[in-house]
């Protein structure tokens, strides 16, 4: 039986050690007095190791076209429900421009893969918001190539986001047709080496994946050292393949996987995703005080909004980028915690001089 007490918890974190997955499993049960103590242990560390700050980062989900059919996604190539839409550049770079005076430090950029959005057009955007706004840009694009990513690094970009969705690889193929796992961690270690700050993540509660692969992933995050670590649930699309698919009995299980992702890497910026509000009204303020220091509003303009469901029940939907961008500053301050002033950059800025190691990788 592991010892769930705060100080053991604490303990763990500060000789940054990584837990056995059986350990990681008997804390995905935690229950009662165990699972305050998770919670307030990762909260207490998050204090320690990055402050009250809770930094905005705005994501504008500039394209909704995709050439992919991830089994998972509703807005897959496949889906012909949707109807699909692009910003053009200019006003992508306006929103940008935005973002600084409703409080975001940074914005993330997001599409589905979208050849029309070629680099040396995402370039341009990237150069026209860093011409007029001191923002931090991520890019979060899916997959491009080697100079490709060194051309988007010389436009001024510096932060990247590629999730690598499941450490299972069979899990992996079976719900991404067009891509290798390999291909995603080669992917977000070519951004490394070209000198970005780099994200990832995974879902939490894919079909197939008992508590043995979600210990994993949580594993497999860790070991990528990253700068930022993204995970939110998995909630079935109706349009999709895996449509019907049921959420977690247990949904504190969502919850604990993101205290544990603090307690296994201390310096990591970790959002309190978007997806925990479409799972539990509230979601994203209960994760703020269990590890999370990242809050990402939602940018888009309203007239796209209802296009860009990965999955359903998203929230915000009838807002507009200024009123959620408000409503989040309300959230944050309720809770006691100030807005990040700074772009919030990696607190680990030796990764950039540092590419993650090849072993246990799994390439
Ligand atoms: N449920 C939850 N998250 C999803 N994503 C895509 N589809 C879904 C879904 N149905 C997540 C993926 C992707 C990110 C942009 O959104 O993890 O990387
Ligand atoms: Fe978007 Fe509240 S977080 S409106």
Known sequence: MTDFSPQRLHRLADERHTLAPAEIVALLHAQDHDLKALYAAADALRREKVGDNVFLRGIIEFSNYCLNDCAYCGIRAGNQAVS???????????????????????????????????????????????????????????????????????????????????????????????????RRIQCLRDFRAAGFQTGSGFMIGLPDAPLETLAADILYATRLDLDMIGCGPFIAHADTPLAGTPLLADREIYFKTIAIMRLLNPLVHLPATTAFDALVRGGRDRLLQMGCNVFMPNLTPGQYRAQYQLYPGKPCLDEDGAACAACVMKRVEKLGRLIGRSPGHSFKPANLSHPAPDDDLGL
Do not use: N
Not at 165 to 175: G, K
């Open 84 to 182: 699909r839409y692009r910003m053009p550049p200019e006003e992508i770079i306006a929103r940008a421009e935005h973002a600084d005076r409703w409080g975001c430090t940074s914005v993330v950029l997001q599409s589905g893969e979208d050849p029309w959005f070629t680099t040396p057009r995402l370039c341009e955007i990237i150069t026209g918001i860093k011409r007029r706004s001191a923002v931090a840009v991520t890019i979060s694009v899916g997959i491009r190539s080697p100079a490709e990513i060194r051309e988007l690094r010389a436009a001024g970009c510096a932060r990247c986001l590629v999730r690598f969705e499941t450490s299972d690889r069979e899990l992996f193929a079976r719900i991404h047709p067009d891509e290798t796992f390999e």
